[in-house]
Nanobody, 118 residues
């Protein structure tokens, strides 16, 4: 309960779509910023997208802008990452995390694997 839980990863062909789900019932206040990061083995962790729990202040990495959409469904304590037009270079483990500016705390899930094939 103290960690977000990601799901929805899997294998998709290049050009396909996936929707990732992050359930986080512990960090539901509007002050929390929800983030998606990704990391491929041997590479640095990469920022993907962010949104406040109240839906404000949406930002995306330049590489995914126009293809990915982050959104919230507060009734379900859930954050989504809709990923369209995926390319093989975006194969990675995708992580969901909650940040609280007032405390400086971050809470990250265990990740979900996304594999994009040619």
């Amino acid at each position: 309960q103290v960690q977000p839980v990601e799901s929805g990863g899997g294998s998709v062909q290049s050009g396909g779509s996936l929707r990732l789900t992050c359930v986080d019932s512990a960090h539901t206040a509007g002050e929390y910023r929800m983030n998606w990061h990704r990391q491929d083995p041997g590479k640095e962790r990469e920022f993907v997208a962010t949104i406040r729990r109240n839906g404000d202040s949406v930002k995306y990495a330049d590489s995914v802008k126009g293809r990915f959409t982050i959104s919230t469904d507060n009734a379900k304590n859930t954050v989504y990452l809709q990923m369209n037009s995926l390319i093989p270079e975006e194969t990675a483990v995708y992580y969901c995390g909650a940040d609280q500016a007032s405390s400086g705390n971050s809470f990250w899930g265990q990740g979900t694997q996304v594999t994009v094939s040619s």
